[in-house]
T-cell receptor, first 115, second 112 residues
Framework: AQTVTQSQPEMSVQEAETVTLSCTYD???????LFWYKQPPSRQMILVIR??????QNATENRFSVNFQKAAKSFSLKISDSQLGDTAMYFC????????????FGGGTRLMVKP | NAGVTQTPKFRVLKTGQSMTLLCAQD?????MYWYRQDPGMGLRLIHY???????AKGEVPDGYNVSRLKKQNFLLGLESAAPSQTSVYFC???????????FGPGTRLTVL
């Protein structure tokens, strides 16, 4: 079974600064997908960014980028120019490439962006 | 295009009562999922469906049943609610390939 670990329960960052959230996972699979989801106080789960394991290039979405280290089984999220609206829970998730495409989530990191 | 909707948004049950949570999606997705989220934790998969008329168990299926009679709907049932089932329940849907799952707004359920 896959496990996803987020070792930082809480983090804070000053507005306009950069912050990196950590995620590690354990799997014996070679082909899989990784995601970061954001959950603001509204509770809605919002996709931030995704990465296919077969792609060596790190994914980027505007101010959000990842550092994907396949050999180390590490998938960190970097948020640049942090904004107050980035305050939320952030969940790392793993998906095997198989029937069902089920997600396994980490425990989450609560990020507070301070003005 | 409403995406994924869930009914109801909130519910309080007494131990032993039953209820059904409804999930509907208008994106014509093949796959649908039910997750639960307990305080301070990530989401855990309860049951999922890869198509109309099919269902399968996830990580924490005990105490729940599901049905997928129509492609756009996925029902989650609690036959005899227990306080341990107090949680926030999320439904999600996705195309039949490794891809983003789209989530509903969640249902907060309290079992007294």
């Amino acid at each position: 079974a896959q496990t996803v670990t987020q070792s930082q329960p809480e983090m804070s960052v000053q507005e306009a600064e950069t912050v990196t959230l950590s995620c590690t996972y354990d799997t014996s699979e070679n082909n899989y997908y990784l995601f970061w989801y954001k959950q603001p106080p509204s509770r809605q789960m919002i996709l931030v960014i995704r990465q296919e394991a077969y792609k060596q290039q790190n994914a980027t979405e505007n101010r959000f980028s990842v550092n994907f280290q396949k050999a180390a089984k590490s998938f960190s999220l970097k948020i640049s120019d942090s904004q107050l609206g980035d305050t939320a829970m952030y969940f790392c998730a793993f998906m095997r490439n198989n029937a069902g495409n089920m997600l396994t989530f980490g425990g989450g990191t609560r990020l507070m962006v301070k003005p | 295009n409403a995406g994924v909707t869930q009914t109801p948004k909130f519910r309080v049950l007494k131990t032993g009562q039953s209820m059904t949570l409804l999930c509907a999606q208008d994106m014509n997705h093949e796959y649908m999922y039910w997750y639960r989220q307990d305080p301070g934790m990530g989401l855990r998969l309860i049951h999922y469906s890869v198509g109309e008329g099919t269902t399968a168990k996830g990580e924490v299926p005990d105490g729940y049943n599901v049905s997928r009679l129509k492609k756009q709907n996925f029902l989650l049932g609690l036959e005899s609610a227990a306080p341990s089932q107090t949680s926030v329940y999320f439904c999600a849907s996705s195309p039949p390939r490794p891809d983003t799952q789209y989530f509903g707004p969640g249902t907060r359920l309290t079992v007294l």
